[in-house]
């Protein structure tokens, strides 16, 4: 939208729009720094003060040429009131069913105050999600020649992590101002508005490579992760992306724990839907029925606080399924389970965890096996990196009888997070597979492993009965089920869905034959 450059100075409340200079300028003379299409979102609504603007007109305007979902634009509404102080929306209001409008009338502005200082920093608008900087990794080999290596790295580690949707990825120009600079990620943090800084070396030497990393606290400077790789330079590029997968991968876990533990230091006055979101998924890891229906009542009152929060709905959706397969839900929480899945997909085209766990969500409680399969294959295609993705596609593809595409997820979210805190619903996902291949010793051995890890995961215990029944091993499969109903007097031999119907009937016989109650 480059009409939007080039023109009068407009205020809108205590902030100037100067269309000349493209820059959002505050009260006090400091820039207010706002990404370019909530920028050209306002200008459009400030030349059209006091009408209603269709949500088509303004992604046709402000997206020429590219198709973009709702969601970019609610973004942009979201960021432009709270670069304008309207985080109420009173001034950039929204029209039910129709669009935007700009209640107050811009009015030209006056003078321009005089530039602040160099040494005064811009004002940050606050993002609703965390950020991350990814700095040009340092070329420590002696040949400067070098150089082009370690920013290959860096641009794919930009590019790998900025398919994930629930973190921003500050862009290579932005990041790449520090290239050659020792700089301390505090000031990178307080420079560019983001909370995180990645940044790492190259050393290349006799043909290898080590390549080492570190993930920065940039409020405190506390280090939240590091890593080496070390590799053959037989292919430069294979390496790279080899790289860039194993840390984005890791990246990714280590980010939301970092922000849980935030969210959970924040007072109850100043949390934001997307803080309650942060706390909810701490309360589900618990693995107990109390702190899944805390969850639950924080993941409600989310969406009341942003009914549109697409990722909110698809982690209610998915926090139903514990609910369900521990007999802690009711009829009226499975339906909401798949109402919240159905919204989540279709307003969550652009967002790939959201689109993974409402897949999940939707196969698990409805025959709506291609929709999910639809929503599982694209959240992939946006982020292959995501272990969460991974393995909630691990399971669409389970409930849909392709165990030999669910083992192939279920084992790339293993290789993408060995560590993850999660892991039970891995194993789970591949026990169930190898018993629909007919591998009952290996289905055994992991649910073992899923029990081991997760003995409040009622689904870790089941699998160790249906393995341990089909292998013949009857007073295994009655030991194990007493173990069950003594951690889970409420339980039933239920097996939610499966499209092969035979494959489920086969499972929940055993249940009930070991000793589990229909």
Same mark, same amino acid.
């Given at each position: 939208m480059d009409e939007a450059k080039g023109g009068p100075a407009l205020r809108i409340g205590g902030v100037t729009l100067d269309t000349g200079r493209g820059c959002l300028p505050g009260?006090?003379?400091?820039?207010?720094?706002?990404?370019?299409?909530?920028?050209?979102l306002l200008v459009m609504l400030a030349r059209n003060p006091g009408r209603t603007l269709s949500k088509d007109a303004l992604l046709d305007a402000i997206w020429p040429g590219v198709h973009v979902t709702e969601d970019s634009l609610v973004q942009a509404v979201r960021t432009a009131r709270r670069a304008i102080g309207d985080e109420a929306g009173q001034v950039l209001r929204s029209v039910p069913r129709r669009g935007y409008l700009l209640e107050a009338a811009a009015e030209p502005a006056p003078a321009p105050a005089p530039a602040p200082s160099p040494a005064a920093a811009p004002t940050m608008v606050p993002l609703d999600r965390p950020a991350l900087a990814v700095l040009p990794f340092a070329n420590l080999s002696s040949d400067a020649e070098q150089e082009y290596f370690s920013d290959g790295i860096t641009d794919e580690l930009i590019t790998q992590l900025s398919r994930a949707r629930w973190f921003y990825v500050i862009a290579r120009n932005s990041s790449f101002t520090y290239k050659g600079r020792a700089v301390d990620p505090r000031q990178v943090g307080r420079?560019?508005?983001?909370?995180?800084?990645?940044?790492?070396?190259?050393?290349?030497?006799?043909?290898?490579v080590r390549i080492t990393c570190q993930l920065i606290d940039a409020e405190t400077g506390y280090q939240l992760w590091a890593e080496r790789f070390d590799g053959e330079l037989?292919?430069?590029?294979?390496?790279?992306?080899?790289?860039a997968e194993a840390v984005a991968g890791a990246i990714e876990p280590s980010l939301q724990h970092a922000e849980i533990r935030r969210a959970q230091a924040k007072p109850t006055e100043s949390l934001t839907a997307y803080d309650l979101l942060l706390q909810a998924m701490h309360c589900q890891r618990t693995l107990t029925r109390e702190g899944n229906a805390k969850a639950l009542a924080l993941l409600r009152a989310a969406l009341q606080l942003d009914p549109d929060f697409a990722f909110g709905k698809a982690q209610l959706a998915f926090l139903t399924i514990a609910l369900t397969v521990n007999a802690w839900g009711d009829d009226a929480?499975?339906?909401?389970?798949?109402?919240?899945?159905?919204?989540?997909?279709?307003?969550?085209?652009?967002d790939p965890l /959201?689109? %993974? =766990? *409402? /897949?999940? %969500? =939707? *196969?698990?409680?409805?025959?709506?096996?291609s929709t999910a399969r639809a929503a599982a294959k694209r959240a992939q295609a946006l982020n292959p990196n995501s272990a969460q993705i991974a393995v909630s596609a691990g399971w669409v593809y389970n409930f849909n009888s392709e165990p030999s595409v669910a083992i192939e997820a279920f084992h790339r979210a293993i290789r993408l997070s060995p560590l993850d805190p999660a892991i039970e619903y891995m194993y789970v996902g591949l026990s169930s597979v190898h018993v629909a291949l007919g591998d009952l010793a290996g289905a055994l051995e992991w649910a073992e492993r899923a029990v081991q890890g997760a003995p409040n995961h009622s689904p870790c215990h089941r699998y160790v009965i249906i393995a341990n029944w089909l292998l013949g091993r009857e007073e295994a499969a009655r030991a194990a089920a007493a173990r069950m109903l003594a951690l889970f007097p409420t339980a039933r031999a239920q097996i939610r869905r499966y499209r092969d119907t035979a494959f489920r009937e086969k499972l929940v016989g055993a249940l009930v034959a070991a000793g589990i109650p229909e």
């Open positions: 009260a006090d003379g400091a820039e207010i720094a706002l990404a370019p299409k909530p920028f050209d420079d560019l508005g983001v909370r995180y800084v990645l940044e790492g070396s190259v050393r290349r030497a006799a043909g290898r037989d292919d430069i590029f294979e390496l790279q992306d080899r790289v929480t499975e339906e909401e389970g798949a109402r919240c899945a159905r919204e989540a997909i279709a307003s969550s085209r652009e /959201a689109l %993974a =766990l *409402a /897949a999940f %969500a =939707l *196969a698990f409680y409805t025959a709506e096996y």
